[in-house]
């Protein structure tokens, strides 16, 4: 699933291709993608310019003509595509935002998982935007270490939960504990505040690494999509031996997740 680092790669890019534009029309070719009445959200984006794209945790949030704004959450396997209009559909092209240059947006989702939904201009006060918790860009020391001091949730439990922290998914989630070198399974309530403090710059430096890397993505859209899903640099997810200490990578599932760790490197406090 994408996360922070590979949706603002989303947003940057599709920021090239379709701002100013307008959509003329949109198709709905599987509705159940649209959280609204499919006719009151074809009629809500039609003849209106994306006037920007924004982006909250892992939500796209596109700005229109006329305060119209709708938000997009790529889930799994969701992707874009800028093709001409006059373009065949791929199979699984399921929203289709025809602009007036004779341009698509097109919205592809292999699974169908993916959702989009209007929303007002104060989208930051409606859910499900108003349920997520700050970015670790944004969220303060004594913010987060409140919200886990009494905690029995594990570390790596808590940066997944988008209510405590929002934008990080279960890969740069086993980044950060491996940088913070502590055990994935250790009490977020055993955290003091200094090393409250030292997860969320360690969070920020990870994201930050990630975004760059995605970069390299903007000017170089091709035919595979908008997607996000770009090669990063990873330490310690997916690999086989600890690239600091050499020793093999351990793999457990933790609350239904795969969860890579150093032993000897990620010391867990009970």
Do not use: W
Not at 40 to 59: C, E, H, P, T, W
Not at 109 to 130: A, C, I, Q
Not at 140 to 146: F, G, S, V
Not at 220 to 232: E, K, M, P, R
């Amino acid at each position: 699933m994408p996360e922070l680092p590979e949706v603002e790669t989303v947003r940057q890019t599709l920021k090239h291709f379709v701002l100013n534009k307008k959509i003329i029309s949109a198709d709905l070719r599987y509705p159940k993608i649209i959280e609204d009445e499919p006719e009151i959200f074809k009629q809500a984006v039609s003849n209106k310019k994306i006037l920007d794209i924004d982006r909250m945790g892992k939500y796209l949030i596109f700005l229109l003509e006329e305060q119209t704004v709708f938000i997009a959450h790529l889930r799994m396997e969701g992707k874009f595509n800028i093709k001409s209009t006059d373009t065949f559909y791929q199979k699984h092209d399921h929203i289709i935002f025809h602009f007036d240059d004779g341009t698509d947006m097109r919205y592809n989702d292999t699974r169908k998982f993916g959702r989009m939904k209007l929303v007002g201009m104060n989208y930051v006060d409606e859910p499900p935007l108003s349920q997520l918790g700050k970015e670790p860009f944004d969220i303060t020391e004594e913010e987060l270490y409140r919200k886990i001091h009494h905690s029995s949730l594990a570390v790596k439990t808590v940066l997944l939960d988008q209510h405590i922290m929002s934008g990080i998914g279960n890969i740069y989630a086993n980044e950060i504990c491996f940088h913070m070198k502590i055990d994935p399974r250790t009490k977020a309530s055993r955290l003091s505040k200094k090393r409250t403090r030292e997860l969320i710059e360690i969070s920020v430096s990870v994201l930050k690494e990630a975004i760059k890397q995605g970069g390299t993505t903007i000017h170089s859209f091709d035919a595979n999509g908008i997607h996000g899903l770009f090669q990063v640099k990873l330490s310690v997810h997916g690999q086989k031996n600890c690239t600091v200490c050499k020793n093999s990578i351990k793999k457990i599932m933790l609350n239904g997740r795969g969860t890579y760790f150093c032993p000897f490197c990620q010391k867990k406090r009970y």
